[in-house]
């Protein structure tokens, strides 16, 4: 078995001191960046994010797996520049305003980050106005919005119109997803797109970042 298949295989299994280890091995023996994060990395947390949309593994899991493939990327981060790796996307994520459920933001968070998106993460109790500042300042071309609470959803209608209001409605599409959002709703507030969990928002993401 290749080493690119060994990090594939311990990230899903969570095991990030070996992830970690293997990695830098593959580095050293001169294996390309984007191989070493594309067939090792980037794989394993696909196969990650396939099992977790179809309930074969669940949150902790996900949430180890994630945390190997943080503890890998870190180490390519510094060489993919030169290596002429370039993140396939940029965007911003948050858990809207009065909202302090993180658990399901983070993994779409972590989800998106191992397709390659670059995402500013801007953690819970998100303005309005701070989703669309981020997204004009750092030219995100998606601002994604969580919410798990019924009382806090309707904060994304006001992103949407808030991103009117600033013009760049044309310029970024807007992400909702959380417990109680619905595609119904997506479509009444004018959102672009609903997606129910972790592993289609980043799959949803790429598509968008591609047609965009
Ligand atoms: Co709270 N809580 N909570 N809570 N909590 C819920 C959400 C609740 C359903 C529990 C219940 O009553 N049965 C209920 C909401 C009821 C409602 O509004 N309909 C509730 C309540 C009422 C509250 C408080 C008001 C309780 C109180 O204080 N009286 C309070 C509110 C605090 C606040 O936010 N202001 C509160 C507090 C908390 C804790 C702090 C204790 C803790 C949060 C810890 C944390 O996040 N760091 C907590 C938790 C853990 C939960 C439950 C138990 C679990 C939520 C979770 O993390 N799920 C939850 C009950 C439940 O769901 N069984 C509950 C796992 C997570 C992976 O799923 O976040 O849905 P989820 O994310 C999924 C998808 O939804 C999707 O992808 C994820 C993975 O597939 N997704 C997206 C999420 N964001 C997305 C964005 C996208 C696309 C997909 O695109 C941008």
């Given amino acids: 078995m290749s080493i690119l298949n ?3 295989e311990n990230l899903q299994k969570g095991k990030a001191k070996v992830v970690k280890e293997l990695v830098q091995q593959a580095i050293d023996e001169g ?3 984007k191989e070493i994060l594309e067939e090792g990395l980037l794989s394993g947390m696909s196969v990650i994010g396939e099992k977790f949309k179809n309930n074969e593994v669940f949150v902790p899991e996900v949430l180890v797996a ?3 493939m943080n503890m890998g990327a870190n180490l390519l981060k510094p ?3 030169d290596a002429g790796v370039e993140a396939s996307g940029k965007v911003c994520i ?3 305003k009065g909202d302090l459920h993180d658990i399901g933001k983070n993994l779409v968070k972590m989800m998106m980050e191992g ?8 953690g819970t109790d998100v303005s309005p106005e701070k989703y669309v500042e981020t997204a004009q300042q750092e030219g995100c071309q998606i601002i994604c919005c969580s919410a798990l609470l019924t009382t806090t959803m309707g904060v994304m209608e ?13 310029k970024v599409k807007i992400m909702v997803g959380g417990a109680p959002v619905t595609d119904a709703f997506c479509k009444q507030i004018g959102a672009d797109i609903y997606t129910p969990d972790a592993a289609s928002a980043a799959d949803a993401a790429v598509a968008m970042c591609k047609g965009a």
């Fill in 6 to 8: 060994d990090i594939s």
């Fill in 31 to 33: 294996y390309p960046v």
């Fill in 66 to 68: 994630a945390r190997a």
């Fill in 79 to 81: 060489l993919m520049a």
């Fill in 94 to 96: 948050g858990t809207v």
């Fill in 115 to 122: 397709k390659g998106l670059e995402v500013i993460d801007l």
């Fill in 158 to 170: 006001e992103v949407v119109k808030q991103a009117e209001a600033a013009g760049i409605r044309d």
